[in-house]
């Protein structure tokens, strides 16, 4: 039996969300207490509402999120086979905040873990920036992204699907996004503001279903690893 590691961040109101983006929104719509005069046997219910930006919890980004070209996916109309297959993480945590993060970064990464990518793998990458800054302001500054090398690397490698525990693959300092810029010629595409501190160094099978919110342009998600 594998066993389960939840790569998810929690959902709360006051979350940090990419600038820009809709917040997390959550209240009690309906108590015990009011429903309980609607029942004659005792029983009551309650839920609880909530509003969330697409791009916002642990998500992975539509291809149309990417890509203003007309027939882009919405990340109903995308392929679950992408959402799900063998995957690993790389621990880039070393590279300084507010810079990029490099192909040579990523092949010392690569060796230090003594794994191999092979073709159609899954790729995350662990910066710490959720186990350092979770909560914070700083989350959403203080972390290294992706440059244009490393974007490079991960169509070299034939990697299907990346990620990881930042709010943006790509460095917040940048004005180009060639991470995002790399997807939308591609097409591959990513997840943003996951929880990868038990898989580090790891293989392991991902999955990672997004909702299926008809014409959204990403997916919020509860992603999964399950390592033997």
């Excluded at 219910?45 to 916002?56: E, H, I, S």
């Excluded at 642990?58 to 203003?68: A, E, G, M, N, Q």
């Excluded at 992408?82 to 905040?97: E, H, K, N």
Aim: charged share 20%.
């Amino acid at each position: 039996m594998p066993r389960l590691v939840d790569l998810s961040q929690d959902i709360y109101e006051g979350m940090m969300v990419y600038p820009g983006h809709l917040k997390t929104v959550t209240f009690q719509h309906a108590t015990h207490e009011e429903t309980a005069p609607r029942f004659d046997s005792g029983f009551s219910f309650q839920t609880l509402g909530f509003m969330l930006n697409d791009n916002g919890p642990t998500h992975v980004d539509s291809f149309s999120h990417l890509d203003p070209g007309e027939g882009a996916q919405t990340i109903d109309q995308m392929p679950l086979e992408l959402f799900y297959g063998p995957a690993l993480c790389l621990d880039v945590s070393m590279v300084a905040p507010r810079t990029d993060i490099t192909a040579t970064h990523l092949d010392a990464a690569l060796e230090a873990s003594a794994l191999d990518v092979v073709d159609g793998d899954m790729c995350f990458f662990y910066t710490a920036t959720y186990d350092r800054h979770r909560g914070t302001p700083e989350y959403l500054s203080e972390f290294a992204g992706l440059g244009e090398s490393a974007a490079e690397w991960i169509v070299d490698r034939g990697i299907k699907i990346f990620g990881v525990d930042s709010p943006t693959p790509d460095n917040p300092d940048s004005r180009s996004y060639p991470a995002h810029m790399m997807c939308r010629r591609e097409h591959i595409t990513h997840y943003e503001n996951l929880v990868l501190t038990e898989v580090v160094g790891q293989r392991f099978t991902f999955v990672g279903f997004p909702l299926k919110v008809l014409g959204a342009h990403g997916g919020p998600t509860r992603a999964v690893a399950l390592l033997d």
